[in-house]
């Protein structure tokens, strides 16, 4: 059977976070994902400029997100885009002016990922 995509236009981002977070609970073959994977699997919050941008869950503090790109990836805090660690040095102000453009996203994403016995928990500022 061949492969079919569709294409949906939407102009409201509350709705495509929704959207992206019911998708993200579906395997390729349309099969619910077993909560087990959900706390190991990461979390594609966005892609832009060739940057992956994701949340994993059952994770350590601080509250952070990873950026990827080809083969090289950074560590984040949520809180203040500080760099945990790893590379991407040269993405850096990018990254920044998503993080200050995206930060409630962030925020969504880890806690929306949580699962009831993660260490750290829902996110708090400060």
């Not at 061949?2 to 609970?25: C, T, Y």
């Not at 390729?28 to 992956?52: D, I, W």
Request: glycine share 8%; proline share 8%.
């Amino acid at each position: 059977m061949p492969e079919r995509e569709w294409a949906v236009q939407m102009d409201d981002p509350e709705m495509i976070g929704q959207l992206r977070l019911a998708l993200n609970a579906f395997d390729q073959q349309g099969r619910s994902v077993p909560p087990e994977l959900m706390n190991v699997a990461p979390y594609l919050v966005n892609r832009f400029q060739g940057l992956s941008v994701e949340v994993f869950s059952n994770e350590h503090p601080p509250p952070h997100f990873r950026v990827k790109c080809g083969r090289e990836t950074a560590n984040y805090q949520i809180s203040d885009c500080v760099q945990l660690n790893g590379g991407l040095g040269k993405y850096h102000g990018v990254i920044k002016n998503w993080h200050a453009k995206n930060k409630q996203r962030l925020i969504e994403a880890w806690d929306s990922r949580r699962p009831t016995d993660c260490p750290v928990g829902a996110y708090r500022e400060g």
